[in-house]
């Protein structure tokens, strides 16, 4: 399965961006990590497929929400009120198996089996 992401670039801090991945096949659950310089690669979003299900990171929780379109096998995360500590490379993911659904293991990157590559988001004034 292969993973494409697009909808990075320059933003003000206050503003908004939407991110877009699509899936080349079937995954359960598709979300998104990030990585700011010098920093590890934190989680931030998820959603399952089938029951929906989001997951968020505390520090986009109210900010983000993650969306899904079955139609087109992609996934969408909205980010609104960016905050300079929001600027990073936002890294779309796939998972290949089915997890309970409620389960920690989709904050974590071991629920993932398939990355895309990296988009970047610039907060700055």
């Known amino acids: 399965v292969q993973l494409q992401a697009s909808g990075g670039g320059l933003v003000q801090p206050g503003g908004s961006l939407r991110l877009s991945c699509a899936a080349s096949?079937?995954?359960?659950?598709m979300g998104w990590f990030r990585q700011a310089p010098g920093k590890e690669r934190e989680f931030v979003a998820a959603?399952?497929?089938?029951?929906?299900?989001?997951y968020f990171a505390d520090s986009v929780k109210g900010r983000f929400t993650i969306s899904r379109q079955n139609a087109k096998n992609t996934v969408y995360l909205q980010m609104n009120s960016l905050e300079p500590e929001d600027t990073a490379v936002y890294y779309c993911?796939?998972?290949?198996?089915?997890?309970?659904?409620?389960?920690?293991?989709?904050?974590?990157?071991?629920?993932?089996?398939?990355w895309g590559q990296g988009t970047q988001v610039t907060v700055s004034s």
């Open positions: 959603i399952l497929w089938s029951a929906g299900s989001t």
């Open positions: 993911v796939g998972s290949g198996r089915r997890y309970n659904s409620g389960s920690s293991i989709y904050y974590t990157d071991k629920a993932y089996h398939y």
């Open positions: 096949g079937r995954t359960y659950a």
